[in-house]
C-alpha cells in the first residue's frame, strides 16, 4: 500500500511540474480549457492543467516588418519599385490567436497591398515631396484593417524609391533649369535694389553743393592707390554746359558781326 501511495504522489508530483509555465514580461499565455479560451496569463508563474489546458504564447514586443520592394504605377503614370518598414504590435492576444491564424504574414500582405493602393494615388512629386503625409496615411489605412486581430500598427515608414533612369534625368534638367530660373531672379533684385541706391545718392550728391567734387577726388584718390598707370579725370557735366553755351554765345556774335547791316531804301 505505501508504494502505491508513493507512486501516486510522485506521478501527482511530476503532472503539477508539467504544468508550471514560466512567462516573460514581454510574452502572454492564451489558455484553453478543453478547446475553449478560459484564460489569458502572464508574466510570472502560471499553472497549466495538462491534458485538460492547451496554451498558445503570444509576444506582446513591437514587431519591426519589412514590406518587400513593390511595383507602382503612381497617378501621373511614373513606373515606380518602393520599399517600406511597417512597426505593429499585439495589443489583445486573445483576437490575434482567435482571429487570425499567422498575424504577422497577414500583416505583411495587407501592408503590401496598401502600400500599392496609396502610392498609386499621388503623384511622383507628391511621393517625394510629401512623405509623411503619405507615411501617416498608410499607418491609419492598415490599422484600420488589423484593428479586428488584435494588432495596432504604431507607424509605416516609405524607406526607398526607384525612379527610372530617364525620370532621374528629366528630373535633374528639371531642378537646374529651376536653380538657373531663381539665380537670374535673384541677380535682377540686386540689380533693382542698387538702381534705387544710386538713384538716392545721386539726388543727395545733387542737393548738396560740391559733394560732386570731393566725390571725384575720393574716386581719384582711390584709383591712384592700385597703382594704375592710366588715370581718368571725369570732368563735370556742368563745365561742359557752360563751355558748350559760351561756345554757342561766341559764334553768334562772330555771326553778328560778318553780316553788314541792312540799308533802308528811300521813295
Known amino acids: 500500500m505505501f508504494g502505491l501511495l508513493e507512486m501516486a504522489g510522485v506521478a501527482a508530483l511530476g503532472y503539477v511540474l ?7 514580461e514581454y510574452d502572454r499565455l492564451v489558455v484553453f ?3 475553449k479560451v478560459t484564460n ?11 491534458g485538460f489546458q492547451a496554451v498558445k504564447k503570444v509576444d506582446l514586443r513591437i514587431v519591426t516588418m519589412a514590406i518587400p520592394m513593390q511595383d507602382v504605377i503612381t497617378r501621373d503614370n511614373v513606373s515606380i519599385r518602393t520599399a ?11 483576437k490575434a490567436v482567435t ?9 505583411n500582405q495587407i501592408a503590401q497591398t496598401t502600400l500599392r493602393s496609396i502610392l498609386g494615388q499621388h503623384e511622383l ?18 490599422d484600420r484593417q488589423t484593428e479586428g486581430w488584435g494588432i495596432k500598427v504604431l507607424s509605416v515608414e516609405v524607406k526607398d524609391v526607384e525612379i527610372p533612369d530617364n525620370m532621374q534625368r528629366a528630373m535633374a534638367r528639371q531642378a537646374e533649369a529651376e536653380r538657373e530660373r531663381r539665380a537670374k531672379i535673384v541677380a535682377a533684385e540686386g540689380e533693382h535694389q ?3 541706391k544710386l538713384a538716392e545718392a545721386a539726388k543727395l550728391i545733387s542737393a548738396q553743393p560740391g559733394a560732386m567734387q570731393l566725390r571725384q577726388l575720393q574716386t581719384m584718390v582711390e584709383v591712384s592707390a592700385e597703382k594704375n598707370s592710366t588715370l581718368i579725370f571725369p570732368i563735370p557735366i556742368e563745365l561742359l554746359e557752360g563751355a558748350r553755351n559760351l561756345f554757342q554765345k561766341s559764334e553768334a556774335e562772330q555771326v553778328k558781326l560778318k553780316v553788314p547791316p541792312v540799308k533802308e531804301l528811300g521813295h
Not at 508539467?18 to 516573460?24: A, F, N, P, Q, R
Not at 499567422?102 to 500583416?107: F, I, K, L, R, V
Open 125 to 142: 512629386d507628391e511621393l517625394l515631396g510629401e512623405r509623411d503625409a503619405i507615411n501617416a496615411k498608410l499607418q491609419v489605412v492598415i
Open 99 to 107: 482571429k487570425i491564424e499567422d498575424h504577422y504574414n497577414a500583416t
Open 33 to 35: 480549457t478543453l478547446g
Open 18 to 24: 508539467s504544468g508550471l509555465k514560466i512567462v516573460k
Open 40 to 50: 489569458t496569463a502572464g508574466p510570472g508563474l502560471q499553472i497549466i492543467l495538462p
Open 84 to 94: 517600406a518598414v511597417c512597426f505593429f504590435q499585439v495589443v489583445d492576444p486573445y
Open 194 to 196: 542698387a538702381a534705387e
